[in-house]
């Protein structure tokens, strides 16, 4: 009877143990009615083309691409920004971007001036910080806006403007901008650095360009030119037929949708072919075919006859090397 109380015993104090292990091997339980699903997981698990995501979810290294441990405070490892672009978005308007077309975004906590970066340990999972090795401007940028900071855990950060950058884990496509304004303290990068979004999209607005100064551009962000064979007055159009395969009629604009400059300098002249075409101080202006990018002026000086327009409505003759 003694034998059969005390293997009773042993084997309760078997399942017990047992029980207690299957709740983690720290010790931790699950509270009561929990399951598996709902112990906390590092942010960002998941596979990414930024290897910033899981690779395989391991325990032992967080989740994370490398191992890299971030309960010591290390940030993830994330992929160089190589050349960096801008993208129009239709609601916060020109943001910075990485040469994927990832949108990159500034944090409130941070401080510019000195470059610091207070964004660390689980929030460098989720905002992974932007590698400075190898970022370059794009001709929207002002190269000298681009730095460095060292981090923490002595990774070299990119700074625009001296403001960190980072990535947001929840954009998973070229163009997305789901970190816009989380927490009311992320924002996307503008090209000076500053937050975008500060002001609505524009149906014309004014770009400052690093080599130009302000120049006027459409509501996608595309550079407007106007072309020295047209005529203000009497109005005169000398870009026809083969001319607007590669110089594009801008829309006319909707005076109420004007950021920088004057209503009175805009207006909307009719073409021959009797279609509307935007007009600056009576000038008609164009987007040109061979921009790819908010801030890309490869039209300006082509053939010695088109050039970007001021926020005067004047013509800007600079034309900058390369």
Not at 103 to 121: E, H, I, Q
Not at 292 to 318: C, H, R, Y
């Amino acid at each position: 009877m003694i034998n059969r109380r005390r293997a009773a015993l042993a084997a309760a104090a078997v399942a017990t143990l047992a029980l207690t292990t299957a709740c983690g091997s720290s010790g931790t339980q699950s509270a009561p009615g929990t399951t598996s699903a709902d112990n906390v997981q590092p942010a960002g698990q998941g596979t990414s083309d930024y290897g910033y995501g899981s690779s395989g979810g391991g325990s032992g290294s967080g989740g994370q691409a490398g191992g890299t441990d971030t309960a010591a405070g290390k940030a993830p490892k994330a992929a160089p920004a190589g050349k960096l672009a801008l993208h129009q978005d239709a609601k916060i308007g020109t943001v910075v971007a990485d040469s994927k077309g990832m949108t990159l975004y500034r944090f409130d906590k941070d401080t510019p001036d000195p470059a610091k970066s207070n964004c660390n340990g689980s929030c460098a999972t989720t905002w992974p910080p932007v590698p400075a090795d190898g970022a370059t401007a794009p001709s929207g940028i002002d190269k000298s806006k681009l730095g460095s900071v060292t981090r923490a855990d002595g990774v070299k950060q990119l700074t625009i403007a001296g403001w960190p950058a980072y990535r947001y884990i929840k954009d998973t496509k070229a163009g997305d901008t789901k970190g816009q304004g989380v927490g009311g303290t992320w924002n996307a990068l503008a090209p000076d650095g500053k937050k975008a979004g500060a002001q609505e999209p524009s149906d014309v607005s004014v770009f400052n360009h690093p080599d130009l100064g302000g120049i006027l551009v459409d509501g996608k962000g595309r550079t407007l030119y106007r072309f020295n064979k047209d005529s203000a007055w009497p109005m005169k159009f000398g870009c026809n037929d083969a001319c607007l395969e590669t110089w594009k009629p801008a829309k006319p604009a909707d005076r109420s949708k004007l950021n920088g400059i004057a209503p009175k300098l805009i207006s909307t002249v009719t073409r021959p072919d009797g279609t509307r075409q935007l007009a600056v101080d009576c000038w008609p202006v164009y987007w040109f075919t061979g921009d790819e990018q908010p801030g890309d002026i490869n039209g300006q000086g082509k053939m010695g006859l088109w050039f970007a327009v001021s926020k005067e409505g004047k013509k800007i003759t600079t034309t900058p090397e390369g």
